[in-house]
């Protein structure tokens, strides 16, 4: 079952360059974007005047960055909601909302609470689910199936990938149909999407190096995520991985709001993810980086190979191969799965059972 690995977790980061294979060529046509044979029409991408994205855990964190990723490119709002918040809200979603649902095991009962409220405000619907005939997949409008196979470990790695892959499609079609991108645009863009595979596989192939970083924060009962902009949505996942398997407290933060009260926590007992891949606002991220070596952090900086930075800015540097700055997130979310095993791993805990928690959160 576990094809030689010694854990389902590490399986399942192997098979990431497989499962985006699967999730995107079908529905590439002619260079672009087509979901025809998923029968999703043109006409739900074109008529929504607004996104609304709800999900939990790993999948809400998905619609983060799906969030920085297509406003900028859509300029309509997207808004992303925790589902078991969404569920108790009167949210601003009607006929002209186009809602996102967002669930690997499409079973997540407040992700199906939040559904079924959209479908009570007149929304359409689109699920991102892995699970085929899923509860979610039976009951929304339409459903955009990944294909990453089963996951098994409670820590979801592929899933977030291919849901991640889903969205970028999603986004690109958007762009597309809304006159947002020529078909020139939307086929580069596709083409960027298809090169994080072999980005995605270079990072897998330097899991020894990461266990080697690893073995400096193993011990450390709290540590945190920086980046700003994309990078800050990729951090709440680095995070969220490291406390389920390793339980090490770890918190996200947008970089640039640290010295508003959480940088009084930063001391040399406290290492810092700092994630830096945004040419946009690098040098700004790079600004709060030297405010918290100077605290005294353990820095591991995570760039692309292309990005300029001194030699003493990070403890360790980890980089990535120089994707375009919209795509990082693929290759970045490899380092930080491995992180996250590393550490569960380093400390001898269950990696694929981690205490108190189920794979798919079917009670509330
Ligand atoms: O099956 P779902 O995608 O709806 O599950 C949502 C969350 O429970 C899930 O992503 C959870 O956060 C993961 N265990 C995190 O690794």
Same mark, same amino acid.
């Given at each position: 079952?576990?094809?030689?690995?010694?854990?389902?977790?590490?399986?399942?980061?192997? &098979? *990431? #360059?497989?499962?985006?294979?699967? %999730?995107?060529?079908?529905? =590439? !046509?002619?260079?672009?974007?087509?979901?025809?044979?998923?029968?999703?029409?043109?006409?739900?991408?074109?008529?929504?005047?607004?996104?609304?994205?709800?999900?939990?855990?790993?999948?809400?964190?998905?619609?983060?960055?799906?969030?920085?990723?297509?406003?900028?490119?859509?300029?309509?709002?997207?808004?992303?909601?925790?589902?078991?918040?969404?569920?108790? &809200? *009167? #949210?601003?979603?009607?006929?002209? %909302?186009?809602?996102?649902? =967002? !669930?690997?095991?499409?079973?997540?009962?407040?992700?199906?609470?939040?559904?079924?409220?959209?479908?009570?405000?007149?929304?359409?619907?689109?699920?991102?689910?892995?699970?085929?005939?899923?509860?979610?997949?039976?009951?929304?409008?339409?459903?955009?199936?990944?294909?990453?196979?089963?996951?098994?470990?409670?820590?979801?790695?592929?899933?977030?990938?291919?849901?991640?892959?889903?969205?970028?499609?999603?986004?690109?079609?958007?762009?597309?149909?809304?006159?947002?991108?020529?078909?020139?645009?939307?086929?580069?863009?596709?083409?960027?999407?298809?090169?994080?595979?072999?980005?995605?596989?270079?990072?897998?192939?330097?899991?020894?190096?990461?266990?080697?970083?690893?073995?400096?924060?193993?011990?450390?009962?709290?540590?945190?995520?920086?980046?700003?902009?994309?990078?800050?949505?990729?951090?709440?996942?680095?995070?969220?991985?490291?406390?389920?398997?390793?339980?090490?407290?770890?918190?996200?933060?947008?970089?640039?709001?640290?010295?508003?009260?959480?940088?009084?926590?930063?001391?040399?007992?406290?290492?810092?993810?700092?994630?830096?891949?945004?040419?946009?606002?690098?040098?700004?991220?790079?600004?709060?980086?030297?405010?918290?070596?100077?605290?005294?952090?353990?820095?591991?900086?995570?760039?692309?190979?292309?990005?300029?930075?001194?030699?003493?800015?990070?403890?360790?540097?980890?980089?990535?191969?120089?994707?375009?700055?919209?795509?990082?997130?693929?290759?970045?979310?490899?380092?930080?799965?491995?992180?996250?095993?590393?550490?569960?791993?380093?400390?001898?805990?269950?990696?694929?059972?981690?205490?108190?928690?189920?794979?798919?959160?079917?009670?509330?």
């Amino acid at each position: 079952m576990k094809n030689g690995y010694p854990h389902f977790m590490m399986k399942e980061i192997h &098979e *990431q #360059p497989e499962a985006m294979k699967n %999730t995107i060529l079908p529905r =590439i !046509s002619k260079g672009l974007p087509d979901f025809s044979d998923d029968k999703i029409p043109d006409e739900i991408f074109k008529d929504c005047n607004q996104i609304h994205i709800v999900a939990c855990g790993t999948a809400m964190h998905t619609g983060m960055v799906a969030r920085a990723l297509m406003e900028p490119i859509l300029r309509i709002p997207v808004t992303v909601t925790i589902a078991s918040e969404f569920r108790y &809200e *009167q #949210p601003l979603i009607d006929e002209h %909302t186009l809602v996102l649902v =967002i !669930s690997q095991s499409g079973e997540t009962i407040d992700t199906l609470a939040a559904l079924r409220l959209a479908h009570e405000y007149g929304s359409k619907t689109l699920a991102i689910v892995n699970v085929k005939g899923s509860t979610i997949a039976r009951e929304s409008d339409y459903v955009l199936y990944t294909h990453a196979g089963p996951e098994i470990a409670v820590a979801s790695t592929k899933a977030y990938s291919v849901q991640l892959a889903a969205l970028y499609m999603i986004g690109c079609r958007m762009a597309l149909v809304r006159g947002k991108f020529t078909e020139k645009q939307a086929m580069d863009f596709l083409s960027d999407l298809l090169d994080v595979i072999p980005a995605m596989e270079t990072m897998i192939a330097q899991e020894q190096m990461i266990k080697g970083v690893v073995s400096h924060i193993i011990q450390s009962l709290d540590a945190f995520f920086i980046g700003r902009g994309l990078d800050y949505a990729f951090s709440l996942e680095g995070a969220l991985k490291l406390k389920e398997i390793s339980y090490i407290h770890a918190e996200a933060y947008a970089a640039g709001e640290l010295k508003h009260g959480t940088i009084a926590l930063i001391s040399d007992q406290v290492p810092v993810i700092a994630i830096a891949t945004q040419e946009h606002v690098f040098s700004k991220t790079i600004s709060n980086i030297r405010e918290v070596k100077a605290r005294g952090a353990f820095v591991i900086l995570l760039t692309k190979e292309g990005s300029v930075v001194d030699d003493n800015l990070a403890d360790i540097r980890i980089r990535i191969p120089d994707v375009d700055d919209r795509f990082t997130v693929f290759p970045i979310a490899v380092v930080l799965q491995l992180i996250a095993y590393y550490a569960s791993l380093g400390k001898n805990l269950d990696v694929d059972q981690p205490r108190n928690l189920a794979k798919s959160v079917t009670v509330e």
